[in-house]
Structures are given as structure tokens and as C-alpha cells.
């Protein structure tokens, strides 16, 4: 189990570095020696592990090389359970080799060490081991823990420059510093710094806190937002591999910078308000790719409360948002195996539920900065940022109860190939925003209005046809984000939206 006979020999080779010096012919034939070696000897352990897979195994020691920036408890906790001392039964070497790869895997998700990490079994060192007793070398490399980035993007007729600070392993368990700023033609700037780290040596539970600084410039509703706030969030994984998310925040924002044209509703939600909610998020994603999906299904459900029992602040809701997707592949006859065309359909729904203040009975309606907005090449193609919906005059003013979904065909184009991350697309998307309105046409004022209001307009969205359009268009999946440019023809377009009929291009990490 530890060294086959003539191991020295060949690690000697595999190590040897191939002399400049020696001509083209020579080093080719060397460097393919040592491959073949290598293959050998990695294909001789594998069979001597196979052949002696049932034999008893005591793992005495477990020790992880090259990471002299991680701290040795960091390490002891994840590694400890696996030692045959903290076992209730003795290991087989199959079993062995499970538990130590296991906590390998659970290892790599840190994020702090390159892949793969390599296991190395050997007979322990102690002198008065038992037979049966081995240890444990993984060797590891860490990863760079300083890396400073700068760029631009475009998209969304957006520009934008930006810098990204990324310090890992801070302390040693895997904490992380992220530090984004950023300016450009709508988001005017935006500063964020987001601590992170692990709980209890468990990359599957996090703990988070923040703060971000923004401006944004929001043309469809003549008006920028500044937000200022902070965040603290935990982060961790369920049992059948969906994601929750638990979120609690709280935000000073500003509609200021108004137009000279901007409407009544924009004015009446200008200045201050203050925001402190919880939040929770469910995630399960079964797609074999995030943002060209050709199978699988995923789910993702959003809940807010703000301004509710001991949650302070001028704005008091429960907002709620559930989206859905799923995809498959389409087989093409007469091509062998995935032809890489596929159907994708997608739906999403939210609701924006006023409540009242502690202690006050009576009801606010919801603000600008709070409301839904729908429309543009994120979600329904077609029509202009935030076209659907609610509007004063030319400001769009966002709406409480939405629903929108879509189909799409992908299909590969000719000559580039089915595992090129582009594809062409043909869809048919369409959606409704709605304000939340009493059977009297105003604004809900108590707890029995708002009830009314919310289920009397979630019915009103199945009168008459939604807003819909169609289009062909090419999709690339950058593994950064998603881009496409489509051109797009609105088939229905209710009084007061603003359709986009030509094309359209979109650049995100979430489409319809």
C-alpha cells in the first residue's frame, strides 16, 4: 500500500526536467517517456487499491501540504471525523479512500485551493503503528490570495468601468474580501464591500455582512436613486442540494435628481425613506447550464417583509416573487447522440402586499422604489426597460402584482457546431403589471382593502391577452454573462406601453 517496488525509480524520471540543451527530437521522447510512466505507475496503484479494497485500514494521520496560509484548525475540523479514532467501526480501504476523497471534495468547495487535490497513501510513520495503519497526504496549492481586476462592460445601452478587489483566506479559514466599485451612464456608481466566511469549517454554511453606496439613473421614471445601507446573510445548502438564502437589511434611499417633466408619482415619492426588512430565498437548480440551459429544471422563490413588528423604518410590505424554468433537449432524427437543439419555458410572478406601520392601522401605498417593473430584454423582449405597466404620463411608475412568461427553441448554427456556447433563438414571451386597486378604483387604506385589492387584481390578470411579442435572435452564453441580440415585433401592446419593435440587445446573468 505504500511503495510498489521501483516506486524511487520512477518518481526519479517523472521529476528529471527536460534539459534545454537537448535537441527537439530528445525532449519530445522524453516528455512522452515520463507520460507513459506516469500512466503506469497511476494505473499500477489503482489496480493494487482494487485488489486490496476489503482489507482492514486504520487512517492514523491525515496531514494537507502546501497551504502554509490556512490554519491548521481550519483544516483539523474538517479533517478530524474522518480518523479511525472518532469511528464507531473499522474502515475497509475502499471505505477509507471514500471518507478521505469526501472531505477532499468538501475541501475544493472552499474556493481558496486550485483543482484537482491530490491524495497520497502511505504506511504510517509512527513506530509503533499497527499494520493496518496508514496516513494521509493531500497535497494541495492555494490559490493567489490578492487579485485586482479592471475592466468595461456594455450593455442594456449601458457603459460602464469598474474594479474588483478579491482578498481570500484572510484569516486563514477560508474568509473572503470582496470590494466592487464601479461608474457608468445609468448606474452613475456604485461602491459595495461584502465580508464572507464559512461557519463551523463548512463551505455549505456561510455567514455574510456588507454595505453598498449606489447611484442610479432611472430614465423610464425621470428620476436617480441613491441607496446606502448595510446587509448581514446566511448562506447554506439543503439536504436535497437547493440553496437558502436569509437576509437581513436595512437601506436609506433618495429619489432625487428629478426631470423637469417628471410626473406627479415620481414627485410625490421624491426625498427620503428608510427601509428595514428580512428576507429569505429558495433556490434549486437542476440545469445543466446556468445560462443556455439544453435540460433540467429550476425554481427560486423570494420573500420580503419590511417595516412589520420590530423591523423599523416608513415602508411596511411583504413582497413575494416565485420564478420557474425548465428545458429539454429536442432529438433531430438521423443525428447520433444530443443534436443540441432545445426548448426552454419560463414563467415569474411576484406580488408587492402593503402593510401597515407598528402600531398604525392604517395602510401606505407602496412607493416607486419598492414596486415591480417589467419589460425590457431581460424578460419580456419586445418592449422598452420597464414598458409594461403602470404609467404617468412617460414615467413609468412600476405596478404590485406582475406575471410574465416565455418560450424559447434553440438551435445550433451551421458550421459552429452544437457544443459552441451560441445558439440561435426563436421565442414568444409576454407578461401583465398591475397596481394593487380596491373594487373602487383607489388605493387600498386598511388591512380589508388590501386583501380585496390583492386577490381581485391577481383575477384581473387573466382578462384579455397579455402583452406579447416575438422574435428571432442569437444567444451567447459568455462564461461571465449572457448576451443576445434579437429582433423583436410586439403582437400585443396594451394602452400606454412602450413596445420595441427591431433590435434588441440584452446582456445579464438572468433571462426569461
Known amino acids: 500500500m505504500a511503495s510498489t517496488t521501483g516506486d524511487e525509480d520512477i518518481f526519479s524520471l517523472l521529476q528529471k526536467p527536460v534539459d534545454p540543451k537537448e535537441t527537439e527530437e530528445r525532449q519530445k521522447a522524453l516528455i512522452e517517456k515520463q507520460r507513459t510512466i506516469a500512466e503506469k505507475h497511476h494505473s499500477r496503484h489503482a489496480e493494487l487499491i482494487d485488489e486490496n479494497s476489503t482489507l482492514p485500514t486504520t487512517i492514523a494521520r491525515i496531514q494537507v501540504l502546501n497551504a502554509p496560509n490556512t490554519r491548521k484548525e481550519f483544516l483539523e475540523r474538517i479533517f478530524r471525523p474522518v480518523l479511525s479514532a472518532n469511528q464507531d467501526k473499522p474502515y475497509t480501504l475502499a471505505e477509507a479512500l471514500d471518507a478521505v476523497s469526501s472531505r477532499a471534495s468538501k475541501l475544493s468547495r472552499f474556493g481558496i485551493f486550485h483543482e484537482p487535490i491530490t491524495i497520497h497513501l502511505d504506511k504510517s510513520t509512527d513506530p509503533k503503528a499497527l499494520p493496518t495503519d496508514i496516513d494521509v497526504y493531500l497535497s494541495v496549492r492555494e490559490k493567489s490570495r490578492i487579485m485586482l481586476k479592471t475592466g468595461t462592460d456594455v450593455g442594456n445601452t449601458e457603459g460602464s468601468a469598474y474594479g474588483n478587489f478579491l482578498w481570500r483566506n484572510i484569516f486563514g479559514g477560508a ?60 448562506r447554506w445548502l439543503g439536504r436535497a442540494g437547493d440553496r437558502h438564502e436569509l437576509t437581513c437589511n436595512g437601506f436609506w434611499r433618495q429619489v432625487t435628481g428629478l426631470a423637469e417633466n417628471a410626473s406627479l408619482t415620481v414627485r410625490d415619492d421624491a426625498g427620503d425613506s428608510v427601509k428595514s426588512s428580512i428576507s429569505h430565498a429558495w433556490i434549486f437548480d437542476r440545469r445543466d447550464h446556468p445560462l443556455l440551459p439544453s435540460r433540467g429544471v429550476f425554481a427560486k422563490a423570494w420573500n420580503e417583509v419590511a417595516g412589520w413588528g420590530p423591523l423599523k423604518g416608513d415602508v411596511a410590505f411583504w413582497k413575494s416573487e416565485f420564478e420557474a424554468q425548465g428545458a429539454v433537449p429536442i432529438p433531430i432524427p438521423g443525428i447520433k447522440g444530443e443534436s443540441g437543439v432545445s426548448f426552454t419555458a419560463g414563467f415569474r410572478c411576484g406580488l408587492l402586499y402593503p402593510l401597515g406601520l407598528s402600531g398604525d392601522a392604517q395602510v401606505r401605498a407602496t412607493r416607486i422604489n419598492d414596486r415591480f417593473i417589467l419589460g425590457g430584454p431581460s424578460d419580456v423582449r419586445g418592449f422598452r426597460q420597464a414598458g409594461l405597466g403602470p404609467h404617468d404620463g412617460a414615467d413609468a411608475v412600476g405596478g404590485d402584482v406582475y406575471a410574465a412568461g416565455s418560450a424559447n427553441l434553440y438551435v445550433p448554427l451551421p458550421r459552429v457546431g452544437k457544443d459552441a456556447p451560441l445558439r440561435l433563438q426563436a421565442f414568444l414571451t409576454g407578461g401583465r403589471l398591475l397596481p394593487l386597486q380596491t373594487s373602487q378604483g383607489g388605493a387600498p387604506k386598511t388591512a380589508e382593502d388590501v386583501k380585496d385589492a390583492a386577490v381581485s387584481t391577481i383575477r384581473a390578470l387573466q382578462n384579455g391577452l397579455p402583452s406579447t411579442s416575438a422574435g428571432i435572435g442569437l444567444v451567447y452564453a459568455h462564461p461571465v454573462a449572457r448576451f443576445e441580440l434579437n429582433f423583436t415585433l410586439p403582437l400585443v401592446q396594451r394602452q400606454g406601453e412602450e413596445g420595441r419593435k427591431g433590435l434588441q440587445v440584452g446582456v445579464g446573468l438572468s433571462f426569461l
Not at 466599485?181 to 456604485?190: D, F, I, L, P, Q
Not at 442610479?216 to 446566511?234: C, D, M, N, Q, Y
Request: negative net charge; proline residues 5%.
Open 175 to 234: 474568509e473572503t474580501l470582496n470590494v466592487n466599485a464601479s461608474v457608468g451612464t445609468r448606474t452613475r456608481s456604485a461602491y459595495q464591500a461584502a465580508f464572507e466566511t464559512p461557519i463551523f469549517s463548512d463551505p455549505d454554511f456561510r455567514w455574510e455582512i456588507g454595505a453598498i453606496a449606489s447611484a442610479t439613473h432611472k430614465p423610464w421614471a425621470s428620476h436617480e436613486e441613491l441607496v446606502r445601507g448595510a446587509w448581514t446573510r446566511f
